[in-house]
């Protein structure tokens, strides 16, 4: 008798651990096949924006509407209400910003380089379905060529959010809240790490200094033109721990000093050094990553850079090609 108490005991106990085998594996494969489709999803929307972006035309303002625009009333949403009461309106003006400003100082049309024309004119045309698009930041020989988001009165609004502002895993990359796009000294933009190396992931090929000198430019199109930066530090920073470095939040420099600290402790937490430091009144660009490891979830890749003029990207150029070419010095800074 006890046997067979046994033999119906294990017969059951297997069938309980079958079952419940066979519900992991559909629940992770439902969660493997929401994944695929949510970067599919990601993928598509992206890539109809690269094509706007870069003046291919295959959607019109029109389908770009219909198929991502956000409806009047909320594009309206994280707007301060006493902006009407101060006399405050949304420069609508065919190649200004589509902020809120005084309706007595509406942005000027900025002249635009020929060669910029198509990817101002595509943000714009981003801008008009989403005025939340502020800018387009691409950097070369990475895939990181995605629209900047800024929705200033919600914390990481595109955290999970696509530029339908519909959920996307993926989310977008965005202009942190302390930041104002026109002001600031620094421009903070954070992405997510994706693990498949879409969104901000190329960002940890800065951390080798081959990489930097092969690629040490960035590029940022405004609604004005496009800015060109280079890259002066990429650093490892820990977040969430006590009197850690704050990077986050520095935006407008008080004075010489608090800007000539930021850039001490950025350059202190380098990987390695560049040769590189920009000087009090010198725009910065500040790009935020997690980097995950088995033991911590709170490390962040810094790359910091500074605005270059034209002159200075185009010697730098120049000179990267002579190098690439053999034709330059074989000499390279030692780590």
């Known amino acids: 008798m006890k046997k067979k108490i046994s033999a119906n005991t294990d017969k059951w106990i297997r069938r309980v651990v079958f079952v419940i085998a066979l519900l992991v594996f559909f629940y992770s494969g439902s969660k493997i096949v929401i994944y695929l489709v949510e970067q599919r999803q990601a993928s598509n929307q992206y890539g109809d924006l690269r094509a706007v972006i870069a003046g291919d035309g295959l959607l019109s303002e029109e389908e770009l509407k219909k198929r991502y625009g956000i409806s009047d009333d909320a594009s309206e949403e994280h ?17 200004n910003s589509g902020f809120y400003i005084d309706v007595e100082e509406l942005l000027p049309v900025y002249e635009i380089k020929e060669e910029e024309v198509d990817r101002v004119e595509g943000l714009r045309q981003l801008n008009a379905v989403n005025q939340d698009c502020v800018f387009w930041l691409n950097i070369p020989d990475t895939v990181i060529d995605y629209p900047v988001m800024y929705h200033p009165s919600i914390r990481d609004y595109y955290l999970r959010r696509g530029f339908d502002r519909q959920y996307l895993n993926a989310g977008s990359l965005y202009l942190a ?11 903070v933009i954070h992405g997510h790490n994706m693990n498949i190396g ?7 090929k800065y951390k080798e200094k081959t990489f930097w000198e092969k690629q040490p430019y960035i590029y940022l199109t405004t609604l004005e033109g496009v800015e060109t930066y280079k890259v002066f530090a990429t650093s490892l920073v820990y977040v969430d721990v006590k009197n850690e470095f704050d990077y986050y939040n520095f935006a407008k420099a008080k004075d010489e000093n608090d800007y000539d600290s930021f850039v001490a402790k950025i350059l202190s937490r380098s990987f390695y050094d560049t040769g590189e430091r920009p000087v009090y009144g010198t725009k910065l660009l500040t790009l935020s990553t997690c980097e995950y490891t088995l033991t911590s979830t709170n490390r962040r890749i810094v790359v910091c850079a500074y605005q270059v003029a034209e002159e200075e990207h185009e010697e730098g150029e120049e000179t990267s090609e002579v190098d690439a070419s053999g034709s330059g010095s074989d000499e390279k800074t030692s780590e």
């Open 79 to 95: 707007v301060p209400a006493k902006a009407y009461e101060e006399g405050y309106v949304r420069d609508t003006k065919p190649g």
């Open 177 to 187: 809240e302390v930041c104002d796009p026109f002001t600031s000294d620094n421009l």
């Open 198 to 204: 879409t969104m901000f992931h190329d960002l940890l």
